[in-house]
């Protein structure tokens, strides 16, 4: 019974057994029919999007540093894995063939991830995220005209192309590594540095810490897991085009990890599953459905960051309103009437 | 030589819209210390106020004008109150989420209105092209690089000379020894945003003319380019803005004539990447020491 209570104390626990759930629930509806075709086919791109924000949240949740380029690694994985997936295409089959593209295409994202880590050693702030975003448009437009990736039309990747019912436990397995990783990392010594160089560089300089070592080893991690994801992203059409991973979708990914918050697992996961599904939420809005979402997106940020409207919402949200309550009862019975501090 | 004047004039053409959009970019970041991603999809509004004034009402081209400016302006101003300034003192990532929501709104917006085709801006300043010497000028690209020029020239008169102008200074310096100066941060903030949003109708007129055509997105890519010649040039300086929007504009050109217009755009953004990795702070951009 300890052990039981134990684990649902731990957030990360909770996370990992929500996430199962929710991937039991998607294969139940999908092998028992109870879906429909439109969400079919959320279900790769969600759980591409989990990995893409959850790696993402590791450069600017942990590491604090704007990335503004992540499709780019992404672009780089999905392209350099599917390559190698069509040349495999004949001998091997997917059980072995899609593990080899993801990893092959998150070590060449890797690769790129160090390239793009360097000029970060040198760069603060809005200069990196500007040298972020150039690098993804630089990879787009180089994807763009070699003809090795198919140019403008885009690469064929029909041989390789498989339905979301053979793809989703290779993305289950990465959705989890990925999570897991991550919430590894914030556990661990190497987490611990990489949130204090983000509180204070000079401060974690001075007692010894190899900022380089770290910012590099971020870039890195985050690049890889992009890169992995895209290779079994590009599995699940039959034609990819360099131009759809552009600094849009990297906006996108950014604006799934500030809204989940910055530097929470569980918040990316949940943001990514929800935003993901939101547009096919909206889908009765029809042609109205794109501006419901940027409304949406203008109103949680004002609601949750206005301080004007701070107040309004404290005294609409029940959960406050109970935490409250208790709190009060509680000073109430310990200080006997002594004033509670307002606010957080 | 005479492709290499030309391309050089027509990139600094370019280069000036570039300017007068990053121009707006870097006096917003100046100020209210944040990155306006709608900027860029200011100039498409400007764009298609144009179309409405013009093509739609039959307005002659000064009211046309007048109204593309104006309604930027109101537009810039509207957008700060309701969106922007609600947030000050929140963390600048919510701001920049908060812009880019507004990008996504105002596109939409356009589209819904204005459809996805794309439609022929009204061509209603027609101007001879000018031969010199065996190169021939179009004259829309002179009137560009005029109305550019006059503009920066009274952007640094009224920045440096005007009382104004030294509020807007003082702001972007340290707000709250501003604020204890009797300047109103409030005021000098929407300021801002009111002649960066004029500037941008100013760029929207110059696109449409060069350019003709104008979808919901046109201003997503300019606004980038722009927003990238901001920070090329030193973001939050603004003699930096137009030396980056040149500069931008006319490595695009050259690049597009004598290497292959298909890489031009990643040409752009290695010099850019180039260039930031060299000096970390822009072109023009001041260094900032860091205390311990």
Redesign the interface.
Known sequence: MDRVKRVFKNKNAVTLVLLALFYAVIAWMLWSGHITRQFTNMIIPMSMYIVLAVSLNLV?GFLGE?NLGHAGFMSIGLFSGCLLSIALSGSLPLIARLPLSMLAGGICAGIFGFAVG??AL???G??L???T???G??VK??I??LSITGGARGLNTQPIYSGAKALLPYAVVLVFVTVIVMMHIKKSKQGRAIMAIRDNR?AAESIGLNVTYYKLAVFIIAAFFAGAAGALYGHFFANVKAVTFD??MS?EI??IV??GG?GSVRGSVIAAIVLTALPEIFRDFG??R??V???V??LA??F??????RSLRENITPAKRIREGFRKRHVARVLSGGQEKGGK | MIEFIKTLISGLGLGSIYALIALGYTMV?GIAKM?N?AHGDVIMVGAYAGIVAFTSAGLPPVFTVFLSVAACTLLGVLIERF?YK??R???S??????A???S??LQ??A??IFGSQQQAYPQYVKLPSVTLGGITIDGITLLTLGVTALIMIGMSLFINRTRLGKAMRAVAEDRGAAELMGISVDKTIALTFAIGSALAAVASICYGLTYVYIKPTTG?MPG?KA??AA?FGG?GSIPGAMLGGIALGVIEQMAKTYISP??A??IV??V??LV??IR???LMGKEVQ?K?
């Not at chain 1, 949750?304 to 409207?309: D, K, R």
């Not at chain 2, 990532?93 to 908060?98: A, D, E, K």
């Open positions: 600017v704007l360097m000029p040198r760069l603060k809005d200069y995220a500007i040298v975003l150039a690098c448009e630089i437009n180089v763009t005209n000079i600094y849009n906006i950014l604006v500030v809204l910055m042609d109205y794109m501006l979402y940027a409304v997106l203008i940020m004002l949750t960051n206005s301080p004007e409207l | 970041y990155l991603f969106a609600p947030l003192g929140a963390s990532l919510s701001v920049l989420i908060t880019i929501g507004m996504y709104l939409n917006l589209l819904m997503a980038i927003f990238t920070v973001i298909l890489w755009d990643a953004f290695a850019l990447v930031l990795v970390p702070t822009g860091e311990v």
